[in-house]
């Protein structure tokens, strides 16, 4: 009995001694910057994915005459992201062509250029930047640089949603969908 128990208590010790060694000790900090990034690449990833999933001469859907077709929305998507990108540099892009005209693969490709640009603006944060204020790109308002770029996030998460009844009401079934575990 006597052995059972300081082969116990011997296990023991080695258990908490490797626990408590480096190899098991967190490496990272956690970071606020680091979770809205890992956010970001989620919503642009699903969006992105939506795109992908309508057909091309689907783009120009809209449920009702009075709301704006599945290709606006998306555009209007990669706007709004680059509005703030150009408020967070402080430069204005221009216009690019006409979005009626924009192919699918148009359309993908300018959702994905903004979407990738907005995130490595963010990574190159900190979190101590994020508190800091900047001007808000619609009103006359300062709000943290945190506040800002959940601007565009909201955005992506919300014509998401939207254009997930557009897939639906053409019989698609949406990505996030049929991702999930049966």
Not at 12 to 19: E, I, R, T
Not at 93 to 113: F, N, P, R, W, Y
Not at 140 to 150: A, E, G, P, S
């Amino acid at each position: 009995m006597k052995n059972v128990t300081y082969a116990c208590l011997l296990f023991c010790c080695v258990v908490a001694a490797v626990a408590a060694s480096p190899v098991f000790a967190q490496t990272t900090s956690p970071s606020v910057v680091k979770e809205l990034v890992a956010t970001w690449q989620r919503a642009a990833t699903d969006i992105i994915d939506v795109a992908q999933a309508m057909p091309e001469e689907k783009y120009a859907y809209k449920p009702t005459p009075e709301i704006a077709t599945f290709r606006d929305q998306l555009v209007h998507v990669a706007g709004i992201a680059q509005r703030f990108i150009d408020s967070a540099k402080g430069t204005k892009s221009e216009s690019g062509q006409a979005h009626k005209d924009m192919t699918k693969a148009e359309v993908i490709g300018l959702l994905k250029q903004t979407l990738q640009t907005g995130q490595e603006m963010l990574g190159s944060l900190t979190d101590a930047q994020l508190l800091e204020q900047v001007k808000f790109p619609f009103g006359d308002r300062m709000v943290t640089r945190f506040t800002f770029w959940l601007g565009p996030l909201y955005q992506v998460r919300n014509h998401h949603g939207q254009l997930v009844v557009y897939l639906r009401m053409n019989g698609i079934v949406p990505p996030t969908t049929a991702r999930r575990p049966a």
